[in-house]
């Protein structure tokens, strides 16, 4: 069986390094709150068939909330109730485009050994057990199938518009998950999410390169960003041309390619009226690829920013 965790703070949009199996196994049961400084999780864990590394089919899907005090390592447990719609209401909808993008990254990656994700239908109450005491567990199946899992078969198009589906965010999603590359190229560079996404990106070791517009950088929030980005160890190039370098491009790991009018700015993400499309095709991203690379390696156009 195939099995994967994802366990969030409870507001946050990407989950933690650690699973729940790592950050719960050792701690003790905490028979009431007095005294203690709780943070609350939501652990989900997605199962299917087929290898830890390889999976084949997408089955079954279980949400659970559990708190923990890092200071005295004691964990409160509240069970869930039981109603499928009431567990999808806690998730945020960046958790959920975070799972969508997760599932969808690694149907992408198997699909030479014909990985297809099953429809995922309701299934029947499960019973576990987490940190020495009894949780109720809902199979919440319908729960991600909800924000449209796509079907390996064939590729994807995702649009999301601001401000009312803050794409941004769901780039912010994208980066959190990458695994091999990531290669910019935006106009307009300077919201901290993006940031410290491809910040930490970097450190766990992606491959992050930007491209972006030499004139932009007379802006001193844009300056302020893409300066951090290569303190960090992001190489970054510009435009040598005098035309502008107007992309709003980002390709991820041969899987994911994105386009739009959205740059990676607070304004493009909450404020004006833009468009993202987030592409899940393995043939259109290695266009999208090629001609990043291509710009990359064009010195007579492009040239390493050094401040």
């Known amino acids: ?23 719960f196994h050792d701690a003790e049961p905490a028979l009431d709150s007095a ?3 709780m943070e609350k999780f939501l652990s989900v864990w997605v ?29 409160f447990l509240q069970p869930l109730q039981g109603r499928s719609h009431q567990i999808k209401q806690m998730l945020t ?12 990254i690694s149907c992408v990656t198997h699909r030479n050994s014909h990985a297809l994700i099953k ?20 199979a919440v199946v319908g729960l991600i199938c909800l924000t449209q899992i796509p079907v390996c078969a064939s590729a994807t198009i995702d649009v999301y518009y601001a401000p009312e589906d803050q794409p941004i965010d769901r780039v912010v999603g994208l980066y959190a998950h ?25 450190r766990r070791g992606v491959d992050v390169r930007v491209i972006t517009d030499r004139e932009r950088l007379n802006d001193p929030k844009q300056h302020s960003a893409v300066n951090t980005l290569r303190l960090a160890g992001v190489p970054i190039r510009i435009n040598r041309h005098d035309a502008l370098m107007h992309l709003k491009q980002v390709v991820i790991d041969d899987a994911i390619n994105t386009s739009g009018s959205a740059n990676h700015t607070t304004s493009g993400n909450r404020y004006n009226d ?10 259109l991203t290695a266009k999208a690829r090629e001609k990043f690379l291509t710009m990359w390696n064009d010195h007579e156009r492009f040239m390493t920013w050094t401040q």
């Open 178 to 202: 990458a695994t091999r590359y990531i290669y910019v190229s935006v106009y307009a560079l300077t919201a901290p999410s993006v940031v410290k996404a491809l910040v930490e990106a970097k």
């Open 1 to 23: 069986m195939w099995k994967k965790n994802f366990l969030f703070r409870a507001h946050e949009a990407a989950p933690l390094k650690e699973s729940e199996n790592e950050l």
């Open 47 to 75: 199962q299917g068939e087929g290898e830890d590394d390889s999976p084949s089919m997408y089955t079954n899907i279980y949400v659970r909330t559990a708190t923990l005090d890092f200071r005295t390592r004691a964990g």
């Open 119 to 138: 429809p995922l239908l309701p299934a029947s109450l499960r019973m576990s057990r987490l940190i020495s005491s009894q949780l109720v567990v809902w």
């Open 35 to 37: 005294g203690l400084q």
């Open 274 to 283: 833009e468009r993202l499309d987030v592409i899940t095709d393995a043939r």
């Open 93 to 104: 909808p960046e958790q959920k485009g975070f799972l969508r993008e997760s599932i969808r």
